[in-house]
């Protein structure tokens, strides 16, 4: 990421047109963990939070709930510009001492994704169930990420399907009521776990690959924008912020979990985007990668296989008024 963003600073050719697409689209931010240097890469200080909140208070953004948000995409209503919502994975006792009051005192409405295992096993790093109830009656929304926090694209959909039942059942018991919005443990999805996602009620779920979330994008693979201390600095949460959507449809290969490696990735445009020659798709462990386009059609040539695992690959494109439209997909590699 810090190379994509690096290149990305040079790239030269501005476009224009940003309202109409705001309209149909938002941008998820993601954070972890909140005053904890155990794991630096999911860690953002509260001393960071407390500036991107000034961030989205003073600069212009519709900070939504994101059931608004996913509810306004499906249904095809128009969003406010520059709307964002904000999110949280895994119920850490740090975002109910550090993080929750300082985003309650500021207004703004937050999501927290959880396993619902994590919270039955208790410790001092996590949540209660009780404090989860104090917090969702306070305006906390609340989104699954399963039973056992799984590895979707490597279990069997029974497997997934008696997780994602398990789960919903200890909501409804603890909070009395369920959701409809899910967020992939770790990014790591499949088509075919999505259609289990599908049959099992939920309404939309979010990786961890950069972009905006498009009206007409996959609603079962939406991304979010990772926040840290490490790329957290305030030019970064800006980029990431303003974002909005490229127009990608017709991606292959339309499954994350991917067979072939490296992967033979592309897509088509929806819409004309003027200045498509200032496109730039960077894949993680490769930095820029090679673009070919035919039309509308981009072909998104790596030129070495994506190491086991997670793999991201990010696709922008500058407009004139400084902000960016901005593609990414995230590759499960067995």
Not at 35 to 55: C, G, K, Q, S, W
Request: glycine share 10%; with cysteine; proline share 8%.
């Amino acid at each position: 990421m810090a190379l994509l963003l690096g290149l990305a600073a040079a790239v030269a050719a501005p476009l224009s047109g940003s309202k109409a697409w705001a309209a149909e689209s938002a941008v998820v931010l993601v954070y972890h963990r909140f005053d904890d240097e155990r794991v630096p890469a999911l860690n953002t200080t509260t001393e960071l939070l407390a500036i991107h909140v000034a961030e989205l208070k003073a600069g212009g953004y519709a900070v939504l709930p994101l059931a608004e948000i996913v509810s306004a995409l499906r249904a095809g209503r128009p969003l406010p510009d520059k709307a964002v919502a904000i999110t949280v994975d895994d119920a850490s006792a740090g975002f109910h001492d550090r993080a929750w009051p300082l985003l309650r005192k500021a207004g703004l409405p937050v999501t927290l994704f959880l396993a619902t295992d994590e919270v039955d096993r208790g410790g001092p790093e996590v949540m209660s169930w009780g404090q989860i109830r104090e917090l969702a009656a306070a305006g906390l929304g609340i989104g699954l990420q399963g039973a056992a926090r799984l590895r979707l694209s490597r279990a069997p959909p029974e497997q997934i399907s008696a997780d994602l039942a398990r789960a919903g059942a200890r909501l409804h018991k603890e909070l009395g009521r369920g959701s409809e919005l899910f967020a992939w443990p770790w990014g790591d999805a499949s088509a075919e776990a999505g259609d289990v996602l599908r049959r099992s009620g939920f309404a939309a779920a979010f990786g961890q690959h950069s972009g905006a979330a498009w009206a007409k994008g996959d609603p079962f693979f939406l991304p979010r924008f990772a926040q840290s201390s490490a790329y957290g600095d305030l030019q970064r949460f800006r980029l990431a912020a303003r974002a909005l959507p490229l127009p990608a449809v017709d991606i292959t290969p339309e499954d994350p979990a991917i067979k072939a490696n490296p992967p033979a990735f592309g897509f088509t445009l929806a819409e004309e985007v003027p200045g498509i020659d200032g496109l730039s798709c960077f894949a993680s462990h490769q930095g820029q990668v090679k673009v070919e386009r035919l039309g509308p059609r981009v072909e998104v040539r790596m030129s070495k296989p994506i190491p086991p695992g997670r793999g991201r690959l990010n696709c922008t494109l500058p407009t004139l008024e400084g902000r960016w439209r901005w593609f990414g997909w995230q590759f499960s590699v067995p």
